[in-house]
């Protein structure tokens, strides 16, 4: 019971898009290959939504259209807002922020503890 109310609070992140950028000049292509048909270049720094993986390649919705890129050819996350990392996970600002800094402490003590 346990397991399926924590993989249906994950849900809502599963659906969700995840922006990234594209950190060099790549095709799109149609399907996850390499000899597939281009449907579009995407030019450097373009912004892109990221919609599911598949070994090495990301499917990615761009303006141009949507399609798959090599995994490598993108920049992910980084560009989040608090508010919107609240609104993903489905908290508060304060509770994103309280918990991030609880992270924080206990990998710092953590990297203390190994280091000593």
């Not at 060099?24 to 892109?48: G, M, Y």
């Not at 890129?69 to 560009?79: C, K, T």
């Amino acid at each position: 019971m346990k397991r399926l109310l924590a993989l249906s609070m994950m849900l809502p992140l599963l659906c969700w898009a995840e922006p990234a950028t594209v950190i060099r000049a790549t095709d799109l292509k149609q399907e996850p290959a390499t000899d597939s048909a281009t449907v579009a270049a995407l030019p450097e720094n373009t912004s892109v939504e990221a919609l599911e993986r598949k070994s090495g390649w990301t499917r990615v919705k761009a303006a141009s259209g949507e399609g798959w890129v090599r995994m490598l050819a993108l920049r992910f996350g980084g560009e989040l807002s608090m508010s919107e990392i609240a609104s993903v996970v489905g908290k508060s600002e304060w509770a994103v922020k309280k918990q991030l800094a609880r992270t924080i402490a206990t990998l710092k003590e953590n990297y203390r503890d190994e280091l000593s």
